[in-house]
């Protein structure tokens, strides 16, 4: 049944997985808004956590069923995760860095308005809860991930 209730609610709410991705980091990176936290640019670490993460909440965060894997290689891969990011990066809700040294990392853009539109997207899940707490659930594991120790 919460797949199904799950379904209808993303349906609704026009939320895709690049709409997944992009608000989980956005809640992520809130945390601590003074902190400009810096995202892993690894493709491996980036399809191996969310082939890891569908396998645990697709039931609840619907969208993430949208997004399939091909598991005979190095690790898993999803041509589908390769486009999200290529799209949040397009759209510049993404920021992929390259130093002068040599580093680089991804930063999640956040714009005057980011904590209103998270807080109003939250608001809309709060009487599904069990799919808000997935979705938490979901932003907490993908940046803790990510995540780079600066």
């Known amino acids: 049944m919460t797949e199904i209730i799950s379904q209808k609610i993303f349906a609704l709410l026009e939320v895709n997985t690049c709409d997944l991705i992009e608000l989980a980091l956005l809640e992520y990176s809130l945390k601590d808004p003074d902190k400009r936290i810096r995202f892993s ?5 980036w399809h191996r956590t969310m082939y890891e ?3 645990k ?3 609840t965060l619907f969208p993430l069923q949208d997004m399939h894997f091909a598991t005979m290689g190095a690790y898993p891969y999803s041509s589908d995760l390769f ?3 290529w799209m949040l ?3 510049g809700m993404l920021t ?5 040294a040599g580093e680089s990392w991804i930063e999640k853009s956040i714009h005057s308005d980011s904590d209103e539109c998270l807080e109003e997207w ?6 599904h809860s069990e799919i808000l707490q ?3 659930e979901f932003s907490r594991a993908l940046g803790d991930a990510l995540v780079l120790s600066n």
């Open 122 to 127: 939250k608001q809309k899940l709060s009487d």
């Open 96 to 100: 992929f860095i390259h130093s002068s």
């Open 134 to 136: 997935s979705f938490l």
């Open 41 to 45: 640019d690894s493709e491996e670490i």
């Open 89 to 91: 990066r397009e759209s």
């Open 53 to 55: 993460l569908k396998g």
């Open 57 to 59: 909440l697709e039931i």
């Open 83 to 85: 486009t999200d990011l």
